[in-house]
């Protein structure tokens, strides 16, 4: 089982009641937990902690895509 605690970050949360946080909690690849560093620290003690140092975070924000026409046009050459 996956638990993980991503600590005093800038956490974008999508919500707007709580726009950003600075922690984050996974279970199983699902986040289950939002709030201060020392709020969930002291929800899931047993949790694995990593250390964001400040960085940006954007939950589920992904970009993988092609452009057919483009790469298509780029293999007849």
Excluded: W
Excluded at 32 to 39: N, Q, V
Excluded at 45 to 58: A, E, H, N, S
Excluded at 65 to 73: A, D, K, M, N, V
């Amino acid at each position: 089982m996956n638990q993980t605690l991503f600590l005093n970050g800038k956490i974008y949360t999508g919500d707007p009641a709580l726009s950003e946080c600075a922690a984050i909690a996974l279970l199983d690849d699902k986040i289950i937990a939002l709030g201060s560093t020392s709020d969930l620290i002291r929800q899931f003690p047993t949790f694995g902690q990593i250390d964001l140092g400040g960085k940006r975070v954007l939950p589920a924000f992904t970009d993988a895509h092609t452009h057919f026409l483009s790469y298509c046009l780029k293999q007849k050459q």
